[in-house]
């Protein structure tokens, strides 16, 4: 049953690692690792609320942080700090998308530079929740930061998207707030 569950889950870490690294070598080669991490982990793991995938994840951030040689990440930039709104955000839905119907190639171009343009901890956090559908506290635990530091980060990533991403809401008739 656990191979079951790592196989199912194969993609959604492909997927990630590729945001991660950018490049399809490194994805397949940090997608092996989180799979053979997980699988001599395989005693020690229990299933918890939100299933195996935050497991995984966390297990690709910390082969993906290794590789970098960052081991032990250094504190959130100050401008983390600058998160305003929290509360009722905590525990509401992602807004994960249905992603077998969801065609990468299909969204515009802008948005997909925009994205990959962020910088890494931004990028990493965004595309958890938005795309992996992945809680805040899910999120911090995979990336091994305060909660604070979750909102904050996703908070400045759509920010930054936002100012970014003006003209394109304007083509499509979306009113931007800013």
């Given at each position: 049953m656990f191979r079951q569950l790592l196989v199912g889950e194969m993609e959604a870490v492909h997927r990630?690692?590729?945001?991660?690294?950018?490049r399809a070598e490194d994805a397949a080669e940090l997608t092996q690792e989180t799979m053979?991490?997980?699988?001599?982990?395989?005693?020690?793991?229990?299933?918890?609320?939100?299933?195996?995938?935050?497991w995984l994840?966390?297990?690709?951030?910390?082969?993906?942080?290794?590789?970098?040689?960052?081991?032990?990440?250094?504190?959130?930039?100050?401008e983390d700090l600058r998160y305003e709104a929290a509360g009722e955000e905590l525990d509401s839905p992602a807004?994960?998308?249905?992603?077998?119907?969801?065609?990468?190639?299909?969204?515009?171009d802008r948005l997909k530079k925009a994205i990959d343009d962020l910088p890494t901890?931004?990028?990493?956090?965004?595309?958890?929740?938005?795309?992996?559908g992945l809680k805040y506290r899910e999120i911090a635990e995979v990336l091994g930061v305060a909660?604070?530091?979750?909102?904050?980060?996703?908070?400045?990533?759509r920010t930054i998207l936002s100012e970014q991403l003006a003209p394109l809401a304007q083509e499509h008739g979306i009113s931007v707030e800013t």
């Open positions: 990630m690692a590729f945001h991660l690294s950018r053979t991490r997980a699988l001599a982990a395989e005693k020690g793991f229990q299933l918890r609320e939100g299933g195996i995938r935050p994840f966390k297990i690709l951030h910390n082969a993906f942080y290794t590789r970098l040689g960052k081991v032990q990440r250094s504190p959130s930039l100050m807004p994960c998308w249905d992603l077998a119907s969801l065609d990468w190639e299909q969204v515009d901890h931004y990028r990493e956090v965004l595309l958890l929740w938005a795309v992996e909660l604070g530091t979750v909102m904050s980060r996703l908070y400045r990533a």
